[in-house]
């Protein structure tokens, strides 16, 4: 059992940026963020497999989100640039322990077997 301990979430101003990161008790295959709005699915944002690896991004944080990851650390971090207001959400650190991700099905929530209990953003404007 892997537990995955967030941190970094706050409340900033549109275009500001914050860095959220992720602990993990062991090693997963992948490990990425997925977020949720009040009212909305959870939707997958970035995975990445290892710091050799490319990463998968969600189309809406593509140019401003980069998701690193430090395996020796089994740590995952996202750093979020140029936030906006639709960026307000829940986000929860995701890890999987099964092979078979790619860049088709690397947002799918049944994928992962490990969730972190999630750190709020907001971002006003």
């Known amino acids: 059992q892997v537990q995955l301990v967030e941190s970094g979430g706050g409340s900033v101003q549109a275009g500001e940026s914050l860095r959220l990161s992720c602990a993990a008790s062991?090693?997963?295959?992948?490990m990425g963020w997925f977020r949720q709005a009040p009212g909305m699915e959870r939707e997958g944002i970035a995975t990445?497999?290892?710091?050799?690896?490319?990463?998968y991004y969600a189309d809406s944080v593509k140019g401003r989100f980069t998701i690193t990851r430090d395996n020796a650390k089994n740590t995952v971090y996202l750093q979020m640039n140029s936030l906006k207001p639709e960026d307000t959400a829940m986000y929860y650190c995701?890890?999987?322990?099964?092979?078979?991700?790619?860049?088709?099905?690397?947002?799918?929530?049944?994928?992962?077997?490990?969730w972190g209990q999630g750190t709020q953003v907001t971002v006003s404007s």
């Open positions: 995701a890890a999987s322990s099964r092979p078979g991700i790619n860049g088709l099905n690397w947002n799918h929530r049944h994928l992962y077997n490990y």
């Open positions: 062991g090693y997963s295959y992948y």
């Open positions: 990445r497999y290892s710091s050799f690896s490319s990463p």
